[in-house]
Every structure is written in structure tokens, then in C-alpha cells.
């Protein structure tokens, strides 16, 4: 099918491949045992794929859709045989995250006519945030861009000190005040010292406390709009970074942070640790936020820019 040429370089697919090892394994073993004994695809198949899919943590909505998009293609082509049902999910998976216009490229890159650009990131602790943000930044330097970080999760110690341990591996400035400064002010000294430097991408880490909305949601306003006073129209995004292990708790995250605070991409972590990949799709379908990026793996390139054709590829890979 001509949805799924070669995106990627060869070792950019073959971490993809490894990330989703896991969650592809499982589904695959799952769904050759729900067509044993069966010569083509019928109700019962169906409701194997429908239990299949909800169990890899796609989501219910976005299986439904699937499930019909499949029972589509069965009435249409009057006989699908079992063995062509791993090609004919691929391509109904891509087809339905194709009707989404992000999740088609290939690398990283920033607006050019946004300088600096302004990154806030948000997520709960413990979700992989401090790693996405050195990662990204190794990414954008690579790129050739002069990236400047913020250390404005100032409520906990270790978040500051475990940014500077990725800003000193990455080489890149890390602007940070001690625990306990206002997070607004170490925002403003970040896109200031970022502006005097003539840097191209800033990265704001922001304090995780989803367990108080409305002050979680005070905060980020604040930060926003003492950002502003240095660039207007500042951030140009924030980005939720979510734990893919935890599969549908990724989603209830993305519900609550999304009423807390305005969120423009999103990215799915550990997904190298789990069997609950699906989440990605789910996500994608479900949430009007690009995923703009994946983690499969510990290396510095294991952070890749999420890109549907080559994710849905991998997912149902029967290469070994």
C-alpha cells in the first residue's frame, strides 16, 4: 500500500521497531490466537479484535471506530480471509490517523519565524518529563539550534539538579534559581538570558502538581504571562508529556492536564518498557493534540518525532 513507503532512515525504523517489540509481540500473539481454526474474518473474529484491541490500551472509542471501519471493508469485499487481517488492520489504523493532519514528520524543526521559540513542558512527575526535555534539547542542538533551558519546577530539588545533569551532558545553558523561587521569575530570567544569547528554542520545565487544578492552573498563567513581557505570545507551545506504560492512566492525564491548562502536543514516553503501545493510537484518534513525539528507548536518539505511517508500520510489523 503506498500509505506506508520507507519515511525513515534505517536506524531511526529499527528503534522504532525494538521500542515497540513489546507491544507488538503481544498483539500479534493475541490476535493469532483469536483466528485459529478460522478461514475468514467474521463476527466472532471481530469480537476477538474489538476484546484484543481494548486489552493493548487503544481505548474504547477509537477501537469502535476501527472495528467498524473493518466490518466496512469485510461487507465490501465479501470474503476477508484471516490471513490478510494483520495488512487490512494496518492499513484501517492508518487510514483513521490520517484523517488527523499532524503526526507526518520526519524530523525535528521549529517555526523559523518564531526566534526564540518557547517551549513549556508539563506532566506529572515521574512520567519522563526531565529526560524528554534534555532529549529535545540534544535534538535541537543536533539540528544545528541554540537551545536555552528553564528550571521552573522549582518546588522540588531533584528536578533542578536532574535538569542540570542533562543540560551539562547535552551542553547546552540552563538558566535555574533555587528550590522554592517563583517559577515566573525563573521563566522571565530563562527567555531573557535566551533573547541576550540570540537562542533559537527555549525549554521551560514546569512543576507537575496535578492533584490541585486550580493551582497548577494559576501557576502555568502566571509563567505564561510573565514569559509574555519578554516575547509576546509566549509559549508558542506546551507540551504534555505522558507515560505510555500506564496505559489508560495516560489518557485520564491527558483529560485533566487539558482542563487545567491550555495544551498544544503531546509526548508518549516508556513505551520500550510496556505492552500498552496502543495508547499512542488511542491518543492520536481521540485527543485534537498532535503527538509530535515517542520515547522507545534509554539512548539520546530513542526520543523520536511521532510519525503515523512509520508508527503503524512498526506496531504491525511481522518482520522479526
Known sequence: MSLFKKLFSTPKKESLDKGLEKTKST????????????????????DSLEEILVSSDVGVDTTLRIIKRIEARVSKDKYVGTDELNRILREEIAGLLSETNFGTETEYSVPKDKKPYVIMVVGVNGVGKTTTIGKLAYQFKKQGLKVVLGAADTFRAAAIDQLQVWADRVDVPLVR????????????????????????????????????????????????????????????????????????????????????????????????????GGVVIGISDQFKIPVKYIGVGEGLDDLQVFNKIEFVDSFFSTKT
Request: aromatic content about 4%; glycine content about 6%; cysteine-free.
Open 177 to 276: 534559581q533555587n528550590m522554592g523561587s517563583d517559577p515566573a521569575s525563573v521563566a522571565f530570567d530563562t527567555l531573557s538570558s535566551a533573547v541576550n544569547q540570540n537562542a533559537d528554542v527555549v525549554i521551560i520545565d514546569t512543576a507537575g502538581r496535578l492533584h490541585n487544578k486550580v493551582n497548577l492552573m494559576n501557576e502555568l498563567t502566571k509563567v505564561k504571562r510573565v514569559m509574555q513581557k519578554v516575547v509576546p505570545d509566549t509559549p508558542h507551545e506546551v507540551l504534555l508529556v505522558l507515560d505510555g506504560s500506564t496505559g489508560q492512566n495516560a489518557f485520564e492525564q491527558a483529560k485533566q492536564f487539558t482542563k487545567a491548562t491550555e495544551v498544544t502536543a503531546l509526548a508518549v514516553t516508556k513505551l520500550d518498557g510496556t505492552a500498552k
Open 27 to 46: 498483539f500479534l500473539s493475541k490476535l493469532g490466537k483469536a483466528v485459529v481454526g478460522k478461514s475468514k474474518v467474521d463476527d466472532d473474529v471481530l
